[in-house]
């Protein structure tokens, strides 16, 4: 490894390690964000009834839908502390890649909020009465779909840094700017489930959502470094 | 022609809020011309449709509004990019003088398009690839403005907005070709605003007229704004008080 | 001619409604453009 490679990488475990670090601490964000998600999909029968077939046929939709509305609030908490205790500005002088420091927090995020909200996702399987095999998909489809969400979310939450939140900064404003966004993801993944449910391969769905999340994984670090940047000027 | 001109002007703004003012008139006095001919072209010339009989003629503002909905954003977003790279204050301000009438035409897309679709498709609104990516194309705008509001800084607000610019045209794409995956999924959806009539050379035409009648106005119109814009911020700067009490 | 088509009102309507849309942008920008004029001229007479 070049001196610049191994600075990337010791700068995202360093990233990775603080922010799970943290999380760890304050645990309530996760369990907040699986109980908005759990609820959020549990009012859904009650608005449009019990019926199975009905609940089955909007299933990938709605839960995949609560899924991304879930990863919305944790959002604000991911640069907004930091950034509030200089820290971010220390840590964007430090003369380590921030864009690596990004990536880093942006998988720690998706570690410490993602990945629960998938676990917890087979529960709505149930709820919604999927079969086994949907099921797995929606799992399938969830992992890297909300590390993208939170790849790109990690974008929005930056350029929103130092909005005033009563010129309509804070979380509506970031749902109002990553939804659109997450539009590609939300089809691939609840349309993975979907074809899965009708006996169809979700094999071309997943696949996309992995060129997605890789392209994320390249191009939204860098372009968080630059809002970062713009925040701290 | 004019692509020079803002590439010179561009560094200044005093030197565009002169240009940009002498300018507009005339894009103004074009965008009418224009309009005026591509409806009497598009009314008075072009015949009625085979199987759509008269209702067809709303394509002739729902397509170039649809049109420079696109077509802003992407200048916007090169704007953003002018401004990002080479930090010249003018091109931020041009984000946001393009910003609300790209928005607006998103706005006359879909009402159109959705008045369109009752008499032909029976239903105000249709999940079909176009109306859907327009719809969404909306909330891109509104998300730029939301964003360069939520600023108070204005250097931080024309900074963000013009990433977000960016990072929005990236998606334009992406977010169309996702949508129209999804709507060949659907049978049931896949009825498409644009299954239109065959375009007679006359219909074409006033079309274009149109169009062209639009990026007039569009010229005419993000120029007033800018001027308004420049004038919010260096209103009291001693050039402009010049202007403004000549 | 189109007016009297069986269809004439959906385009009408269509029509109406880009003027309107049109209009308020106008309406709206020389609202705001009147608003920065008279701040120019407020911080003139002031300083």
Redesign the interface.
């Known amino acids: 490894m070049t001196t610049a490679e191994r600075g990337v990488w010791s700068a995202l475990r360093w990233a990775v390690a603080r922010d799970l670090t943290l999380a760890a601490r304050s645990p309530a964000a996760a369990v907040l964000a699986i109980g908005f998600f759990l609820l959020a999909a549990a009012i859904f029968p009650l608005g449009v009834g019990p019926e199975p077939e009905q609940l089955k046929r909007i299933a990938p939709g709605v839960i995949w839908a609560c899924a991304a509305l879930a990863m919305l609030a944790p959002l604000t908490r991911l640069y907004e502390p930091d950034y509030a205790a200089g820290v971010l500005e220390q840590l964007a002088l430090s003369g380590r890649p921030l864009a690596a420091l990004v990536g880093g927090k942006a998988i720690a995020h998706w570690l410490a909020i993602g990945v629960p909200i998938t676990v917890a996702a087979p529960l709505t399987g149930l709820w919604f009465g999927l079969d086994t095999a949907a099921v797995l998909v929606l799992v399938a489809t969830l992992a890297p779909g909300l590390a993208t969400l939170t790849l790109l979310g990690g974008l929005c939450a930056a350029l929103t840094l130092g909005a005033d939140a009563g010129r309509g900064g804070g979380t509506p404003l970031i749902a109002l700017l990553l939804l659109p966004l997450a539009v590609p993801v939300l089809i691939l993944g609840a349309g993975a489930v979907d074809a899965t449910e009708n006996g169809l391969s979700p094999a071309p769905h997943l696949a996309l959502l992995t060129a997605f999340l890789l392209v994320s994984l390249v191009v939204a670090p860098v372009a968080t470094a630059a809002a970062v940047k713009i925040a701290l000027e | 022609m004019t692509r020079r001109i803002n590439w010179f002007f561009l560094a200044s703004p005093a030197s565009f809020f002169a240009v940009a003012g002498r300018l507009t008139p005339w894009f103004a006095g074009a965008s009418v011309l224009l309009l005026a001919a591509g409806l009497y072209v598009g009314?008075g010339i072009a015949p009625?449709d085979y199987q759509q009989?008269?209702?067809y003629?709303?394509i002739y503002?729902?397509v170039p509004?649809a049109w420079m909905s696109m077509f802003i954003y992407l200048l916007m977003a090169g704007y953003g990019v002018l401004a990002l790279t080479f930090n010249t204050r003018l091109s931020a301000m041009m984000v946001l003088a393009l910003a609300?009438?790209g928005a607006?035409f998103t706005?006359?897309a879909l009402?159109?398009g959705s008045?369109?679709g009752?008499?032909t498709w029976g239903t105000y609104w249709v999940w079909d690839a176009r109306l859907t990516s327009e719809l969404f194309l909306l909330f891109l705008y509104l998300g730029v403005l939301a964003l360069h509001h939520a600023h108070a800084d204005p250097k931080r607000a024309d900074r963000a907005a013009a990433l977000l610019a960016i990072v929005g045209a990236i998606n334009v794409p992406i977010i169309y070709f996702s949508v129209k995956w999804w709507n060949t999924l659907h049978q049931g959806a896949s009825i498409s605003l644009t299954a239109a009539p065959k375009m007679a050379m006359t219909m074409l035409t006033a079309m274009l007229l149109v169009a062209l009648a639009a990026w007039c106005?569009t010229f005419a119109?993000s120029f007033?704004?800018v001027?308004?814009i420049i004038?919010?911020r260096e209103?009291?700067s001693d050039w402009?008080?010049k202007k403004?009490?000549a | 001619?189109?007016i009297m088509?069986?269809?004439?009102w959906?385009?009408t309507?269509?029509?109406a409604?880009?003027a309107l849309?049109?209009g308020?942008?106008?309406w709206?920008?020389q609202r705001?453009?009147r608003r920065?004029?008279t701040?120019?001229?407020a911080?003139?007479d002031g300083?």
Request: one cysteine or more; charged letters at 15%; glycine letters at 4%.
């Open positions: 009314f009625d009989g008269s209702v003629r709303i503002i729902h509004a609300p009438t607006w706005v006359i009402i159109t008045i369109w009752r008499p106005y119109v007033t704004r001027r308004t004038l919010e209103g009291r402009l008080q403004v009490s | 001619m189109w088509s069986a269809h004439g959906f385009v309507a269509a029509y409604a880009t849309c049109i308020l942008e106008l709206l920008l705001r453009l920065a004029r701040a120019a001229a911080s003139r300083a």
